[in-house]
């Protein structure tokens, strides 16, 4: 069974940093690839950073160069590193398995003075 758990959110001033963690069971990253989605307040979900099980990534436009996401295979865990936050990135984020398409439950993340 498939199950996906992140932590990691919280409130940061605009300019900080935050990394969320997506601790997975039942899938290896070595065949899977991940994503991470958000939704903020009034706006639909949209996708975030996505990485292939052979390491290629890609990233909406405004995170690129202030997001990275990775997987750690030892750990089962993916990452999403963000740097520079600003207003705008305020959403629940979510990370998501590609293979079987399962969600985990969101994190909070705040990005206010």
């Known amino acids: 069974q498939v199950q996906l758990v992140e932590s990691g959110g919280g409130v940061v001033q605009p300019g900080g940093s935050l990394t969320l963690s997506c601790a997975a069971s039942g899938i290896s990253f070595s065949s899977d690839g991940m994503a991470w989605y958000r939704q903020g307040p009034g706006k639909q979900r949209e996708l975030v950073a996505i990485?292939?099980?052979?390491?290629?990534?890609n990233y909406l436009d405004s995170v690129k160069g202030r997001f990275t996401i990775s997987t750690n295979n030892a750990k089962n865990t993916a990452y999403l590193q963000m740097n520079r936050l600003q207003p705008d990135d305020t959403a629940v984020y979510y990370c998501k398995e590609l293979k079987f398409g399962m969600w985990g439950q969101g994190t909070q993340v705040t990005v206010s003075s």
């Open positions: 990485i292939s099980p052979l390491g290629t990534t």
